[in-house]
């Protein structure tokens, strides 16, 4: 289950713009991001050593002309390309992609316990150890921003996010948030499937592990219909009941006139 998003990150993130002013964030609007689909290979053997698809949102904070904070909302493209940081090893994964010229979205998996190897396949776990995005602050992205900066990075060093045991894919189509550099970027992830390092058949899902908030929207599916069902059972029964102490009053008034 994914760290709580709250986590902060380490002191060598960037820190969160001034809040000297006391009205929220403004929000520029973005169009609602569309699932992508990436694998990777090991080097090594050309097998696969990742694979994954979701839709990921960056809420990006900044301070804009008027010296007021301000919400710019990114989408990752669905044609992000797989950066030549990326690298699969037997014990860590890192998972890096390239969009808006040279913005870079980072995803370091790890094994939960550093000796897994002597575990069962049950019992390896992996989530992603660290989420991390570089990008640039500049007018092209941030039209009314107040001072355009260089390149900057943000980071959560410290989660457990997507974790699930080997051999098995984890699903989540909830909306899951991160905080990263303090919550200068909020990024918010829906429709994922992921597998790493090891698969059962190459280049396929094995049996996913679904989040809790999937498996709670599923109760609540089945749970609804039940309820209403109940309640109409129960409004049938009432009007019935209604209906036959109405007729046996009928009756007996009609017993006592004769």
């Avoid at 709670?216 to 309820?227: A, E, G, L």
């Amino acid at each position: 289950t994914p760290s709580s998003n709250t986590t902060t990150s380490s002191s060598n993130t960037t820190a969160a713009p001034s809040n000297t002013t006391s009205l929220a964030p403004t929000s520029t609007p973005s169009p609602k991001p569309e699932m992508g689909n990436w694998t990777m290979e090991d080097s090594s053997d050309k097998n696969t050593c990742l694979k994954i698809q979701m839709a990921v949102e960056f809420d990006i904070i900044y301070v804009d002309k008027n010296d007021k904070n301000a919400t710019k909302i990114f989408a990752l493209p669905t044609d992000a390309k797989i950066a030549d940081s990326s690298n699969c090893s037997d014990s860590e994964i890192i998972f890096a992609l390239t969009f808006n010229d040279d913005w870079v979205m980072t995803l370091v998996f790890k094994y939960d316990d550093p000796k897994s190897s002597s575990l069962s396949a049950k019992s390896k776990k992996y989530s992603v150890h660290e989420f991390k995005l570089t990008y640039t602050p500049s007018a092209k992205y941030f039209p009314d921003i107040k001072t355009p900066e260089a390149e900057t990075t943000v980071s959560n060093p410290s989660l457990s996010l997507f974790d699930t045991a080997e051999k098995t894919s984890y699903k989540c189509t909830a909306e899951t948030e991160v905080m990263l550099g303090g919550g200068v970027v909020t990024v918010k992830t829906t429709d994922v499937q992921v597998q790493a390092f090891k698969f059962n058949t190459n280049d396929k899902y094995d049996s996913a592990s679904e989040c809790s908030a999937d498996k709670n929207s599923d109760k609540s599916d089945k749970i609804i219909p039940i309820v209403v069902g109940c309640a109409l059972a129960g409004l049938v029964l009432i009007v019935l009941i209604a209906y036959l102490i109405g007729r046996a009053r009928s009756n007996r008034q009609g017993y006592q006139q004769v």
